[in-house]
């Protein structure tokens, strides 16, 4: 069986979850060649040591130039703050690597423009660029997208979409490069609001082309981690915003990290002629499935437990019934991006969807600073490989 070795540069939240995929995914399925965990980087080489030894790692190391240079890496995993995300991944898809970055994929337009120009240029080798957008690959989710796709719905009418965090609701907790817009570039917006945007315009198929928000910083200093004193926050911590879709509909997001007692609360409903479909992170196994087409006296939101070997990644696992969790979606995500690099096919999210998520982010931040005004998703020059 060949081999991927794999890089991951970062080793925090999404450094774990990101190690459990390429633990996992070739145990659960049969991929046409195993990843393997070569190296982890990370700044302080103690930290990145025990980390690399807790999570499966064979190796560690705290220069992610050195990695990208090392002939034997196939595959860099980003897992950094999105501050540094352009600067790996566009020197690891010119150095001829296969790329995995996480969400949002950069922390502006610009940067997103050059890794999407980057990896258009590097597809040309057969070097494969993804965003790590996992909820797409939650199995519900990736069937929610197959019955719009198969018209289920009818015309789409309304989406609602919402991403509800609490953990910024004491004052007191303390600052983190999460509240620092530039490590971060926006605050709920980017960080959990990119999931929102993107679950939309994946499950229906459509884009956002208009929107028009509004942005909070509930509280603007925070208690400094090592109790030196305080700092300001500079990103914020609730946006709302409506937004316009390809097809008139209009959509409704919220991304919060001040919803008391949510915790990691992402759902999606999308609403058409013939019916409607609802996504719940909350109950990740299911979907809610209203068809005006049955008999009127039994019509209703039926729950469609999304577990059977036919449903999208279920092959790789337990029975019908038997549950999936949060972790389920970074194994797929692997599985799907090796299954990329072997065939040829464009991974998904591609850098280039990625670059619409933050043209979505932008025009959100345009409009909160603009009275919330409509302000058009500018789509710039298509994008520049010269
Ligand atoms: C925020 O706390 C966060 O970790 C996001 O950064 C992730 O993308 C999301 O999946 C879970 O919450």
């Not at 960080?191 to 994946?202: C, R, S, Y």
């Not at 001040?258 to 979907?287: H, M, P, Q, W, Y």
């Amino acid at each position: 069986m060949s081999r991927l070795k794999v890089a991951m540069i970062g080793h925090g939240f999404m450094g774990a979850a990101h190690s459990q995929g390429w633990r996992t995914a070739h145990r659960a399925f049969d991929l046409p060649a195993n990843p393997q965990m070569a190296v982890l980087v990370g700044r302080d080489g103690a930290k990145a040591a025990a980390a690399a030894e807790k999570w499966g790692w064979e190796s560690s190391s705290t220069s992610w130039r050195e990695v990208i240079e090392r002939e034997d890496i196939d595959i860099i995993d980003i897992v950094t703050p999105g501050a540094s995300h352009a600067q790996i991944a566009i020197a690891a898809l010119e150095a001829g690597k296969h790329v995995l970055c996480e969400k949002p994929l950069a922390n502006t337009v610009a940067e997103a423009e050059q890794m999407a120009a980057a990896a258009e240029r590097a597809a040309r080798h057969g070097v494969q660029a993804m965003v790590g957008f996992t909820y797409r690959r939650v199995p519900a989710a990736s069937f929610m997208r197959q019955l719009i796709a198969q018209g289920v719905l009818g015309e789409i009418q309304q989406v609602r979409a919402s991403y509800r965090q609490d953990w910024l609701v004491d004052a007191a907790a303390p600052m983190s490069w999460r509240l620092q817009q530039d490590q971060a570039g926006s605050g709920a917006l980017g960080d959990i609001g990119a999931h929102a945007i993107d679950l939309v315009q994946f499950a229906t198929g459509l884009q956002v082309q208009a929107v028009s928000g509004v942005l909070q910083t509930v509280t603007g200093h925070r208690p400094l981690a090592d109790g030196s004193g305080f700092g300001q926050v500079s990103v914020d911590d609730l946006a709302l915003f409506a937004g316009r879709l390809s097809n008139g509909a209009l959509a409704s997001f919220e991304a919060s990290r001040v919803a008391t007692g949510r915790k990691n609360a992402l759902s999606i409903e999308v609403s058409g002629t013939r019916g409607a479909l609802a996504f719940d992170l909350e109950e990740l196994n299911s979907l809610r499935y209203y068809n005006r087409e049955d008999p009127q006296d039994r019509q209703g939101f039926r729950k469609i437990l999304v577990t059977e070997p036919v449903h999208p990644y279920l092959s790789g696992w337990w029975p019908a019934g038997h549950m999936l969790g949060y972790e389920h979606g970074f194994s797929h995500q692997a599985k799907d991006l090796v299954e990329s690099i072997d065939s040829g096919r464009p991974a998904h999210s591609s850098f280039a969807e990625g670059l619409q998520v933050q043209r979505v982010l932008d025009a959100v931040a345009r409009s909160a600073a603009n009275e919330s005004a409509w302000t058009g998703v500018v789509h710039h020059a298509e994008i520049r490989t010269a």
